[in-house]
């Protein structure tokens, strides 16, 4: 059994099915997150005074997570092109071969190997660190992973003495609670 209109298009509309999907898809997506931005936009409206962070979040570092999005989607595109071209992708490999400079593999598993071989690291510890949340203060208006440490160790809390954790849920609040949806759903 052959599945119409994969290899030819449509005598009637040019089209095939390959064309059709992706623009379908693109359709959804725009509905999708149509509808999570304006959510977003009515919560942050209707939003009391004081009541939506400002300076909460670092604006360097999410351009360069949309930076590492947008440069992901063009190997996307390169991957695609490999295989519309019945070429395999092979990274680098590929690059190296079409004259292009090597660049760095995203495989989306990022991993600090110094905190996984620390034997004074143990299984299931949390460790609090300071909150650097003031946006007038530069010294205290950082990322919290930039290494600035008031102490070696401020707070250690053993799994056994946690009872629950509700600190994003939404409950809590609004504006993370949308934040996480559509920063997770865009991920997805």
């Not at 991957?79 to 019945?86: D, H, I, N, T, V």
């Not at 090597?102 to 004074?120: F, S, Y």
């Not at 530069?138 to 809390?157: E, G, L, N, Q």
Request: proline content about 7%; charged content about 20%; cysteine-free.
């Amino acid at each position: 059994m052959e599945i119409p209109y994969t290899v030819s298009a449509r005598r009637d509309t040019g089209l095939w099915n390959a064309k059709v999907g992706i623009w379908l898809f693109l359709a959804s997506e725009v509905m999708l997150f149509g509808g999570l931005f304006s959510a977003y936009i009515f919560l942050r409206l209707d939003a009391g005074p004081g009541d939506w962070p400002h300076g909460l979040l670092n604006v360097p570092v999410g351009t360069m997570n949309t930076a590492i999005l947008i440069a992901s989607s063009v190997t996307v595109v390169l991957a695609w092109a490999a295989l519309k071209m019945y070429e395999q992708y092979l990274g680098n490999k590929h690059l190296l071969e079409k004259g292009l400079p090597p660049r760095k593999e995203i495989t989306g598993h990022l991993h600090n190997k110094q905190a996984l071989t620390d034997a004074n690291i143990k299984e299931y510890e949390i460790a609090l660190d300071p909150v650097y949340a003031d946006p007038t203060n530069p010294v205290m208006d950082r990322p919290h992973f930039w290494p600035k440490p008031a102490t070696d160790k401020i707070a250690s809390i053993e799994k056994e003495d946690v009872q629950y954790a509700n600190m994003f849920l939404p409950k809590h609040s609004s504006y993370f609670a949308s934040y996480f949806t559509i920063t997770g759903l865009h991920g997805a």
